[in-house]
């Protein structure tokens, strides 16, 4: 696993009066030059192989004196060793005549283990200051001329610590990093090497085998003539130092052989591909690596390596603001996850169009093309889907990521139960505090074996090759997920199965089964299908997300003059509980262009502002606008008398607890309320500014930007990245009405 150092602070450096860098390098050299760029205070020592190397250095200004490994190391306090990692040993022991307990060592090599091995030999275990590192940055270039001052800013840094290491050895260590600029990790050695083996040592192996391969031909000159822009960024790192990838291949040989035999067989498939022209298979290769490669960089973009952690977004929205125009909100999100699934389990093509391009429904997307479906886009809305059958998925290589969505979550957890093979279903931070028992649970009464966290959470391990059986289930709480799940299982039960919700839910899934040819009987409030059927793939059009564009009506509602049309909205009868909830508060929003897309019913949505009134929310509409509650908690803010809400505690186990979420945002603002176990009571009223904390929940987000347009004073809201998940445009569409938030982003 991964994890962020503990925290420590740049401060703990200015105590240190000498560092030592053995090695001066371009990495070693960048150090140097990075400390002096930062002001760093004390003496920068430098001891290289390279006397001229070392001249250059102190002409350069970014070393203050040199000399031998020993000399140079009576003085220092920090010693940082930049040297190939099989030359490593040689200056440890060239060290140990100086070598004392208030020393710290730590090193740069790309491979951990040779590098603990070496330090092993010399002084026969791991001493509690030496405190191993990797920084991930570098450059083909060499030498000292090479130097950075910022190569290592907005980087990770790994730390190898063991558990004998002092804290102050580390916490020195992860401040040199830092104050370069750095985000310090920490990992266990043989999980740094097993990732950077095929993270870096890989590319770089193929980089160099591929240019030489290619020096080697008759035709080499006009080869390189006329190679074009990807052939130089692919090769750029054959340029490397040779000598420390030489030592680097060498030092981490097993990992990187396992990579290698991987990358042979995914090649292997491909030639396979190519020789019987399988146009399907090279589409599914393709497609599932060009996205990965754009899905996984914004991911990084805004995460710590490997740890999947989004960087800090507030939101400031400055209070006021005008709601007036026409737009159209991003494609519903249920439907975009429900599309994709049974497209894919289906036989033939599935054209979808109005496909929602969030976070959530890229990681469904992502986890098919993982799973040997081919998959073109999304291009503006639109995804074409190659299915595979029923019985066509193939295991994929690792973990499914399904982010922020627990309707991927559950949903997935219902199709994968039935399918020959092991997965797991894991997802980001936030998701992975969430109950999953609700659809753990009947999956097992159905024959699924699976595995979940302490506490019935993610990640979710499901073991393939059950015999599903159809069952008769009672939802003890109304969820359309957790309906969706059992139904989606009972695709490949045998027999009969049937679930029966308490109050009625969105039905999309029933209705799109139906569409794809699946005979789903819907009595009331029970659902029956037979397993053992096909699904036939054809056109979608997903109709725009009533949930996103709630926060929109809720603004045109509370604001003079507003004047909004939301284009081509779903009014699925069991997702419109926000405009009734809305209407009965007396707000005025009128159903214009009514017509049916695919089975769905849609509208363009015409609402002005108006003075709402505060009511007793109908318990039959809570599960007809679930997922709207946060914004319609800020109509009740703005509401003349008590708005009551009860009967809704599914709010408490959504990506955070939005009943108390809102309640603790509200306090801040001056908004008078009553948190009790299954609801709220809100009485509207004027209120201010402050700020508030959505914890990661997107709705709770764009619920108090939403609040501004009426607040007396900026509300800024905290920890905002997860808007992207739902609705990755809301700012440009707010922007485009009038409202005025703006983003600003920061590390964590």
């Given at each position: ?18 560092i ?51 000399a ?5 306090d ?8 099989l ?9 140990t005549?100086?070598w ?23 002084f026969?275990?791991?001493p509690?200051?030496v405190v ?5 940055a ?11 001052p ?19 050895a ?13 985000q ?42 006329y ?44 030639r ?8 399907d298979?090279?589409?599914?290769i ?27 977004i507030?939101?400031?929205?400055q209070?006021?603001?005008?709601v ?5 909100v ?20 599935t ?21 040997g ?5 999304p291009?503006?809305g ?10 066509g998925?193939?295991?994929p290589d ?9 309707t ?81 299982a ?15 839910t ?5 209705r ?27 056109p ?17 509602s ?13 009014i ?18 009128t159903l ?13 949505l ?20 679930i ?17 009551r ?36 009571d ?6 201010g ?5 959505s914890?990661g ?52």
């Amino acid at each position: 696993m991964t994890s962020a150092a503990p925290a420590s602070t740049p401060r703990v450096l200015e105590h240190t009066d000498s560092i030592l860098i053995i090695g001066l390098g371009m990495i070693g050299a960048s150090i140097a030059a990075g400390l002096k760029a930062q002001g760093f205070k004390g003496r920068i020592l430098a001891s290289d192989a390279c006397h001229d190397e070392l001249e250059v250095g102190r002409s350069m200004g970014i070393i203050d004196a040199f000399g031998s490994i020993e000399a140079m190391g009576r003085e220092a306090d920090l010693i940082v060793v930049c040297v190939p990692v099989l030359a490593v040993e040689q200056v440890l022991r060239a060290l140990t005549p100086v070598w004392h307990d208030a020393l710290v060592l730590t090193d740069v090599g790309s491979t951990k283990a040779a590098v603990r091995e070496s330090v092993c030999r010399v002084f026969g275990h791991v001493p509690d200051n030496v405190v191993l590192g990797h920084p991930i940055a570098g450059s083909e270039k060499s030498g000292v001329k090479a130097a950075n001052p910022t190569l290592y800013a907005n980087h990770n840094v790994i730390l190898t610590p063991e558990a004998t290491n002092r804290s102050e050895a580390f916490e020195l260590v992860a401040s040199l990093w830092q104050r370069l600029g750095a985000q310090v990790l920490s990992m266990s050695v043989e999980h740094h090497d097993d990732v950077l083996a095929r993270t870096s040592h890989l590319p770089h192996f193929l980089a160099f085998s591929l240019v030489d391969t290619l020096a080697r031909q008759d035709e080499r000159l006009e080869i390189f003539q006329y190679a074009a822009g990807g052939f130089r960024d692919f090769t750029r790192i054959a340029g490397s130092d040779p000598v420390m990838w030489r030592d680097v291949f060498m030092a981490n040989k097993t990992a990187v052989l396992d990579a290698l035999d991987e990358f042979e067989q995914g090649v292997a498939r491909l030639r396979c591909a190519v020789e019987s022209s399988d146009g399907d298979a090279m589409l599914s290769i393709f497609s599932r690596a060009s996205h990965a490669r754009h899905y996984f960089e914004t991911l990084l973009n805004q995460s710590s390596y490997q740890s999947m952690e989004q960087r800090s977004i507030t939101y400031r929205a400055q209070a006021g603001g005008a709601v007036e125009g026409r737009i159209r909100v991003p494609g519903d999100k249920s439907m975009s996850h429900r599309a994709i699934m049974l497209g894919a389990l289906a036989d033939g093509v599935t054209q979808v169009d109005g496909f929602l391009e969030g976070e959530d429904s890229l990681a469904t997307l992502q986890a098919f093309r993982e799973m040997g479906v081919a998959i073109e886009g999304p291009d503006q809305g639109r995804v074409v889907i190659h299915g595979v059958g029923l019985h066509g998925l193939k295991k994929p290589d690792g973990p499914l990521y399904v982010g922020n969505s627990g309707t991927a979550m559950r949903l997935f957890a219902g199709l994968l139960a039935g399918q020959e093979f092991d997965t797991e279903l894991t997802g980001d931070a936030s998701l992975t505090k969430r109950p999953m028992g609700r659809v753990v649970d009947p999956l097992r009464l159905m024959g699924a074996h699976i595995e979940s966290a302490e506490g019935g959470r993610p990640p979710l391990t499901i073991r393939g090759g059950q015999a599903l059986k159809g069952i008769d289930y009672e939802l003890p709480m109304a969820s359309a997920q957790v309906k969706s799940c059992v139904l989606l299982a009972g695709l490949y039960a045998d027999g009969e199965t049937r679930v029966t919700e308490p109050a009625p839910t969105r039905d999309h899934t029933e209705r799109m089964l139906n569409g794809f040819g699946f005979a789903v009987d819907k009595q009331g409030p029970v659902a029956t299908l037979h397993g053992g059927g096909t699904l036939r793939g054809g056109p979608i059009d997903v109709p725009a997300d009533i949930s996103s564009a709630a926060f929109f009506l809720v603004a045109a509602s509370i604001t003079p003059n507003a004047d909004l049309v939301l284009e081509h909205v779903g009014i699925n009868p069991t997702r419109v509980g926000v405009i009734n909830i809305l209407k009965a508060m007396g707000a005025d929003i009128t159903l214009e262009n009514q017509h049916e897309v695919g089975g769905e019913p849609v509208a363009d949505l015409h609402v002005r502002h108006a003075r709402l009134k505060g009511i007793d929310i109908p318990e039959d509409q809570v599960p007809l606008a679930i997922d709207e509650f946060p914004v319609l908690f800020i109509a009740a803010a703005n509401a003349e008398g008590m708005t009551r809400l009860r009967g809704a505690e599914e709010l408490r186990v959504k990506e955070s607890d939005r009943i108390q979420a809102m309640a603790d945002g509200m306090a801040v603002l001056g908004i008078e309320h009553t948190v009790v176990d299954d609801g709220i009571d809100i009485v509207g009223g004027k209120y201010g500014g402050g700020v508030v904390d959505s914890l990661g929940d997107h709705r709770i987000a764009m619920a108090f930007a939403v609040a501004a347009l009426n607040a007396s004073e900026t509300i800024s809201i905290r920890d905002c990245a997860n808007v992207a998940t739902s609705f990755p445009n809301f700012l440009e569409l707010a922007e485009r009405l009038g409202m005025r938030i703006s983003a600003e982003e920061s590390d964590e």
